[in-house]
């Protein structure tokens, strides 16, 4: 990545759009906090996240960060609410149980609680990655790719899923896709090209 | 697939470092393997040419007749060496003295094994000397050359013949330990006994038939000879050389088997481990091939030959290695072996290359087996199962692999099957047990927020895998807990058997006006002595007021065998009185007399004789000493350590009981070869009494046993390192699944000390359970182990069920933390990318 200068208001939606290779994921990492760049400044909020420790990094993640991966990352041996549960265990919340439940009701999997994730379709184990970013209460959302893994229908329900809970609970939203039409949905979209930033402004929407 | 494909394939999987744990695993397994079998081979090889030593052969006829010479010279000798002694007491004299000694008269091939040691000067270190005296000239063991008052060039009488003195015996390889030894050696040639006619009709001797030569023509001559000899002959094998070398030699044997076996057994687990994680890391490879177009037929020779061009050269590699680092052993040790070592032979290399196949066919091979039924939709839907190859066959081929491998290599199927049960049965029920623990109330979620729940709820959801794992684990510590545990009760028998200073000279037949100048002078020499014990010949005539000797006549029917069923009543026997209980001697019934106790007689059973002849304390015995009646109480049972160097007795009287009948004494001392000229002055003043020495078979038994601890000493140390290495194989073996959740875990913003806790006490659990599963296993082992195959008695091992667990919990928390401790040093993305 080179000469990159971002910033991303509260509340804002954003796509991370480009070709393959271009560095769009790297460059979620990086703003995530999964990574840290050679140089340069990035702050989360009001910390620096470039000049935390990787423990650090974990507190801030654990506290504002969630996330949606392409491969949605669930933990094989724990069903659908357990996985949710997660970030709320992880913050020691009381109510973590009770939180997952209605998170898997609300992305319309209260009848497959106890699943587990090889018993469940991939659009149903993104919803269950989404209900698990949206469990940790975080201010900033990370995707990468959230339907890369899916058929287009199932890819457009899921993005509305995540756009209506987006709005629910006012979260930022940073996305990376290569769907324009995904990117079209969000308020801004960033174009990256061999780790270059090439255009960033508004959607046409 | 052609040849070509194959070899970049197999590159490739080097260079993405697929290929490093399993040839790790390979490599420490045949390694170990042909290290301790080398290692093994060369000690065993030394120990044997040590002890044949002890008889100056591989294989003696000893009897006190002359043996028919058509079974000393047949088609069964014929590839033999031979040489014979003959051994007899007799007066021998000076220009002006006398002296009673013990002749040997040696043919000239004699000895067949060991050195004699002699020398121009009495009391000096001695060189080898070539064969025995030549005819006409005899050899005098140094203490004789003052006792005789003469020197090199000398005369000697020897019954009616003057022979040469010529040089001194320091030392000879089978000095023997019993009658024939009462006197110091003079040692002359077979040719010359005519000429003394000592030898006699009724003469006491002792003609000893000495063969040598590889050990397939000794046993079958020791198997055609046996059954024709009278009685009154004896066959004795390096094994008899002396009992306690005998028994610690067969023992050590056992254990450095035991030891290789386990080896086996450790690296079969650890191939089996790290080829599983090999196929489970390329099922995906695996599918892909398939939707290119690769049939099952192309994947099985695909995997088959580069798990066969792994396996070759990897073996060779290993067996290679193997020697070398035998070679550094014995390089680093050969100060401390005082035998040279012979040359290592070819087959502890064929074993080891054996080893690695056998291993890589029966634990690597079912796994990847497993690949050719990978489906190809896997490239499309990851967690389809991929096992369609029944488990059936993967523990079938590991199970006979095993036990293939441990029978050819013990040739001992009894203690392959004893141990290979054992473990199986201990580890059927343990992991039942353990997977019960695991799965008894399943928690809900994760239980993130504390370190402690967090691990215990990963452990029972992963509660099959963790029950794997424990019995991996707990498989690795109770094969090192058996042979720690094994080898400290052979140490400790062996130390206890002969301790440094034990008395290593007997002086009997010492008259009662000569134990108080005798016990001064040892005084004055500081000679340490045991008491001068009084010592009656007498026997028990009734028990329990039954006829003793038709009590043993009426129960020789049943069983004649000493060894067997134990003492009998009627024999004749050394008795005793003392005052005090004799040190070694504890007391199992009855109470000891008061050490001033002046009143009726008593006395003191030893346990076996008490036992056999159901004699109980209070029960009034009557002994027959010296024609004449006596009778007395039984006040106690005690028992006897007989091999303890010291004179020891079956019965002993309380003091004054014995008063009225004259005595002899007798007592045992040490003595340093350099006080041996001692016995000289002792003899001289006293010339009555007898001295049989042993202090140069007490001395060979020393050194023996010694090399013998040490060789236990380092296979244990081999197999510790490749029980390490299993450790590491399955805690890596594992990892991904752990990594992966970690890493998950990383970035929903847990902390270190979270994973790290959590990861820590998963460890240690997972080691306190495998620790637990192996002490309990390693009992029942070691109990069959000792009372089955060492003869030794078994007795509870508290301190390993402290060891075990704790063992369990150090080492798997050490490597696991050490193998996992990338998940919070390193970016959770990096982790995840490298596991999808």
């Known amino acids: ?205 | 697939m052609n040849l070509n494909l194959i070899l970049r394939f197999l590159w490739r999987d080097w260079r993405a470092g697929e290929l490093t744990l399993l040839l790790g695993s390979l490599i420490v397994a045949v390694s170990t393997v042909t290290t301790i079998t080398l290692f093994v081979d060369r000690l065993q090889r030394a120990l044997h040419q040590e002890s044949a030593s002890f008889l100056a052969a591989d294989m003696v006829i000893r009897s006190g007749d002359e043996v028919d010479p058509g079974l000393l010279q047949n088609e069964f000798t014929a590839p033999l060496q031979r040489a014979e002694t003959l051994t007899f007491l007799s007066m021998v004299f000076s220009a002006d003295r006398a002296q009673f000694a013990s002749v040997k008269a040696v043919t000239d091939a004699y000895p067949l094994r060991g050195e004699l040691i002699t020398g121009d000067e009495p009391f000096q270190r001695g060189q080898p000397a070539e064969g025995g005296p030549p005819p006409g000239e005899v050899w005098l063991e140094s203490r004789l050359f003052p006792a005789l008052g003469v020197k090199s060039g000398d005369l000697l009488d020897i019954g009616v013949a003057s022979l040469r003195i010529g040089k001194v015996l320091i030392k000879e390889p089978d000095p023997g330990g019993g009658f024939e030894s009462t006197g110091p050696r003079v040692m002359m040639n077979m040719a010359d006994v005519p000429a003394t006619e000592v030898v006699q009709p009724g003469s006491r001797l002792t003609w000893s038939y000495l063969f040598a030569g590889s050990a397939d023509a000794v046993s079958d001559y020791d198997e055609w000879v046996r059954p024709r000899l009278l009685e009154g002959s004896r066959i004795l094998g390096i094994k008899d050389g002396a009992a306690s070398v005998g028994r610690a030699l067969e023992r050590a044997e056992r254990f450095l088997l035991l030891g290789g076996l386990l080896g086996v057994l450790l690296a079969g687990v650890a191939i089996a481990l790290s080829a599983q994680r090999y196929a489970f890391r390329h099922f995906d490879h695996v599918a892909i091939l398939k939707t290119l177009g690769a049939s099952p037929g192309a994947i099985d020779q695909l995997f088959l030959l580069v798990f066969l061009i792994i396996g070759v050269l990897s073996t060779i590699a290993d067996s290679a290695i193997g020697y070398l680092v035998q070679l550094g052993i014995v390089e680093i040790l050969s100060p401390y072996i005082p035998v040279a070592l012979p040359e290592p032979g070819i087959r502890p290399v064929i074993i080891g290359f054996v080893t690695g196949l056998v291993c890589l066919l029966s634990f690597a091979l079912p796994p990847i087996m497993r690949l050719r039924a990978t489906e190809p939709v896997r490239v499309i839907r990851r967690d389809l199962d991929s096992a369609t190859v029944s488990d059936r066959l993967t523990y079938g081929a590991a199970l006979a692999g095993t036990i293939g491998l441990m029978w050819w290599y013990s040739q001992d199927l009894w203690l392959t099957l004893l141990i290979f049960s054992g473990g199986l049965a201990a580890l059927i029920v343990l992991s039942v047990v353990a997977f019960a623990l695991l799965r008894s109330g399943r928690m809900l979620g994760m239980q993130a927020g504390s370190a402690w729940r967090l691990a215990l709820a990963g452990m029972q959801r992963r509660g099959q895998e963790n029950t794997l794992q424990i019995m991996v684990f707990g498989l690795a510590i109770m094969l090192l807990l058996i042979l720690f545990l094994v080898r400290t009760s052979l140490l400790a028998e062996w130390q206890t058997q002969i301790p440094a200073d034990a008395p290593n000279h007997f002086a009997m037949n010492i008259s009662p006006a000569d134990v108080a100048p005798i016990r001064t002078m040892l005084e004055d020499n500081n000679i340490h002595s045991q008491p001068l014990f009084p010592m009656i010949r007498g026997r028990i005539s009734l028990v329990n007021g039954e006829s003793a000797s038709a009590r043993d006549r009426s129960q020789r029917y049943q069983q004649d065998d000493e060894e067997q069923s134990g003492p009998r009543a009627s024999s004749g026997r050394n008795l005793t009185w003392s005052a005090t209980l004799p040190e070694d001697n504890k007391l199992v019934a009855g109470n000891w007399w008061p050490a001033d106790y002046r009143g009726e007689p008593l006395v003191s059973l030893e346990r076996d004789l008490a036992q056999r002849n159901k004699i109980a304390v209070d029960d009034e015995q009557v002994f027959t000493i010296q024609g004449r009646e006596l009778r007395a109480r039984v006040a106690s049972i005690r028992t006897v350590s007989w091999d303890n160097m010291q004179p020891n007795f079956y019965i002993i009287f309380s003091p004054g009981a014995l008063d009225d009948f004259p005595s002899t004494f007798m007592t045992s001392f040490y003595l340093d070869q350099s006080q041996k000229v001692f016995l000289n002055d002792l003899i001289h003043e006293h010339p009555t009494m007898t001295v049989i020495e042993v202090d140069a078979i007490i001395e060979q038994i020393q050194t023996i046993i010694a090399q013998v601890t040490l060789a236990i000493e380092l296979v244990l140390l081999l197999i510790l390192i490749s029980g390490a290495m299993v450790l590491l194989a399955s805690i890596q073996a594992s990892m991904d699944e752990r990594l992966k959740q970690q890493a998950i875990l990383r970035t929903l913003g847990a902390s270190q000390r979270l994973v790290m806790g959590s990861l820590l006490i998963e460890f240690c659990a997972l080691g306190f359970f495998a620790g637990v599963l192996a002490f309990i296993g390693a009992e029942v082992t070691v109990f069959a182990l000792e009372t089955q195959i060492f003869e030794l008695t078994y007795e509870i091992n508290p301190q390993i069920w402290i060891l075990g667990p704790v063992t369990g919990m150090v080492l798997i928390g050490l490597v696991g933390m050490l193998a996992t401790r990338k998940v919070v040093r390193v970016s959770p993305t990096i982790v995840l990318r490298e596991l999808a």
């Open chain 1, 1 to 205: 990545m080179k000469g990159i200068s971002l910033e991303i208001k509260r509340s804002e939606t954003v796509a991370i759009v480009g070709a393959s290779g271009s560095g769009k994921t790297t460059l979620l990492s990086l703003l995530a906090g999964l990574d840290t760049p050679s140089r340069g400044q990035i702050f989360l909020g009001e910390r620096e996240i470039t000049a935390l420790t990787e423990e650090q990094r974990a507190a801030l993640r654990g506290e504002m960060v969630g996330f949606v991966f392409q491969t949605f990352q669930l933990l094989g041996s724990l069903t659908a609410i357990e996985n949710v549960m997660l970030p709320g265990e992880l913050k020691k919340q009381a109510d973590a149980e009770s939180h997952a439940r209605e998170l898997l009701e609300r992305v319309g999997l209260g009848h497959r609680l106890s699943h587990y994730p090889r018993q469940l379709s991939g659009g149903e184990q993104q919803r269950v990655a989404i209900a698990r970013a949206f469990a940790s209460s975080a201010e900033i959302l990370f995707a990468d790719e959230p339907t890369g893994n899916l058929d287009s229908a199932t890819g457009a329900t899921i993005i509305d899923l995540l756009f209506e809970l987006n709005r629910e609970f006012g979260t930022t939203l940073v996305l990376v896709t290569h769907d324009e039409r995904l990117a079209a949905r969000c308020d801004r979209a960033v174009h990256i090209a061999s780790g270059s930033l090439v255009a960033n402004g508004a959607t046409e929407e």
